[in-house]
């Protein structure tokens, strides 16, 4: 059967499916079919039109882990029109920045969600008992809009150097190429039951939502507490696919919650979002045997994510990269890439830059989008300066440093976490992971800072850990030991945890400041 061409195609081709018994979205208590949430979605569908006065072109969805996100998040989608998610955790000035960034026609939000924030877009704002009499569904149910597979499905922003937000629209056909995939990747199917560990503002969660809901699938959605508690989640609810940032096996870790055979449900355990350590896979792959462990990566801007690697069964096959992370493996199947140098010729350590079918069109601005591809003659690339249109056939810089080895992709982090100081150029990946191969440490992180002594811009490196270890003065020396005396960090902070940004990274800018005063 041929696959759907728009993400509400998935989902409605499994609706049509499925028996009214079947789960679609559990959220807390609170269960819905997929009958029920097809009836919910055209309900909220009707009402953003009546709202608006006609059907809008993009959408705001101020929401989060809630069955107004979800459903919400679909009756976007029947209407054909572009999803733009807002986390109401973050600043107000930041929702209003990516609100009047996107050009939204309208905002639909949770009421409590959306009291405090100033928009100077129309706000739809959505009291949980509102949504009882649109779960009847539409007055007179209209037949699903089916765009063009061109058009954008959604758009998310990310940090922009300039300060301002970047959004990046994907489109319906980008999202196909990818469901096409993952879905039979994963084996994914009726039974099911998926993890919701992203916010909506983060594109995992298109998996987490779309590979569910295109195979038939249970969407099981964790409150904080869960989030906090992923192991006693996974059991409560019976998780067959977990999918979450490392991060999370490092806060299951500290709670001694990783006990070998704990979490006997698991299938698949997948990471993305941040560089998975061996130590993290290990001590997961401890606790869920059954599961297959893999590690995915991809930018945004590249529908989520577009390469994999499976660890082996048996850990006696594990690799072993000198950054003690697990290889983001290979692309998936019809995607292509280059590695290259600083002058733009083909390495096996450089930027790794994208183009292939999940690749998006461009930014929402396109003066964003000059420096951010190139062209490539088979012997060098020349940068994008945004003058001629944009096709698919420019290859995106994604900003990624990776290496080849052993026929596999190693993430080496951002072109800015390879530093050159004293002359030599420095991984601050492979001082991280010699780092976390010490007794007591289980996280670290380096950073590269101004060295205020100096007058000639040089930097200073400063460490980050958590864990028990307590001597500092031996932690230092174990590394002379081991590391070039250029690499080993000038000072090492001990925290109780690391702050993590609303995507759940670790948010390194948030290091910087105090270990910069420290210093």
Known sequence: MTAPQTMFGWFERSAERSSDSHAALEVGDEILTYAELARLAAGLAEHITDFHGSVPER????????????????????????????????????????????RLDMVLGEAGAAQNVQLNVPLSALRQDDLA???????????PLVPEIDRAAYALFTSGSTGRPKGVPITHSNVTAYLNHVIARY????????????????????????AA?????????????????????????????????????????????????????????????????????????DAA?????????????????????????DRAHWPRPANGTVPIGTPYPGQEHLILDEEGRPTDDGELCVRGPQR????????????????????????????????????????????EWGGQLVHQGRLDHQIKLRGYRVELGEIEAALRDQRGVTEAVVLALPDLESSSGDVVLEAVCTGAASDVNALLEALRQRLPHYMVPRGVRFLDEMPLNANGKIDRRALSEPVSETA
């Open 360 to 403: 998006f069109p461009g930014y929402l601005n396109p003066e964003d989008d000059a420096g951010r591809f190139l062209t490539f003659d088979g012997d060098k690339a020349v940068v994008y300066q945004g003058t001629e249109p944009l096709t698919p056939s420019h290859w995106y810089r994604t900003g990624d440093r990776v290496q």
């Open 289 to 313: 045997p059954r599961s297959s462990v893999e590690n995915i990566y991809g930018p945004t801007e590249n529908t989520i994510t577009w390469t994999e690697y499976r660890l082996p069964r």
């Open 187 to 210: 084996e994914l199917g009726a039974g099911d039951r998926v993890s919701q560990t992203f916010d909506l503002t983060f594109d995992p969660s298109v998996y987490d939502m779309f």
């Open 133 to 143: 009499p649109l779960r009847r569904g539409a007055r007179t149910p209209a037949p």
């Open 213 to 285: 809901w295109g195979s038939g699938a249970t969407l099981v959605v964790p409150d904080q507490k869960d989030l906090l508690s992923p192991v006693r989640f996974v059991n409560r609810k019976r998780i067959t696919h977990w999918n979450s940032v490392p991060s999370l096996v490092t806060i299951a870790k500290r709670l001694r919650a990783l006990r070998p055979d704990s979490m006997p449900t698991l299938r698949w355990s997948l990471f993305c979002g941040e560089a998975l350590t061996l130590q993290q896979a290990q001590a997961w792959h």
């Open 59 to 102: 959408v705001g969805l101020l929401a989060s882990r809630s069955t107004l996100a979800y459903a919400g998040y679909l009756a976007v989608q029947r209407l054909g029109a572009t999803v733009v998610p807002l986390n109401p955790a973050f600043p107000v000035n930041r929702i209003a920045a990516i609100a009047a960034e996107a």
